[in-house]
Nanobody
Framework: QAQLVESGGGLVQAGGSLRLACAAS????????MAWYRQAPGKERALVAG???????NYADSVKGRFTISRDNAKNTVYLQMNSLKSEDTAVYYC??????????WGKGTLVTVSS
């Protein structure tokens, strides 16, 4: 089992920055891949960025060069640094983790609103 709690969302002007954090209830070193997803109003949930246990990362094309995912195993926390935010980044952002058995865990989400 793993509980994930997101924080750091809020209202920001276009061009601004936010850093999201995802705190896990267990050692993230024992987890496989961790990722951030987002769901905008009227749209399906989509992958934003993922990070593997060795630190390999992947990003949606729409956020490459602007967002950075990182993990701090000592703090059991995964971060999403978001720079140069655009109105189209407005969404609920969800943290996800997958254990080595393939089971997925989700947080409840944090809302990011970018005003233009």
């Amino acid at each position: 089992q793993a509980q994930l709690v997101e924080s750091g969302g809020g209202l920001v002007q276009a061009g601004g920055s936010l850093r999201l954090a995802c705190a896990a209830s267990r050692s993230i070193g024992s987890l496989n891949r961790m990722a951030w997803y987002r769901q905008a109003p009227g749209k399906e949930r989509a992958l934003v960025a993922g990070i593997g246990p060795g630190g390999s990362t992947n990003y949606a094309d729409s956020v490459k060069g602007r967002f950075t995912i990182s993990r701090d195993n000592a703090k059991n926390t995964v971060y999403l640094q978001m720079n140069s935010l655009k109105s189209e980044d407005t969404a609920v952002y969800y943290c996800s983790a997958q254990d080595w058995g393939g089971r997925a865990y989700w947080g409840k989400g944090t809302l990011v609103t970018v005003s233009s």
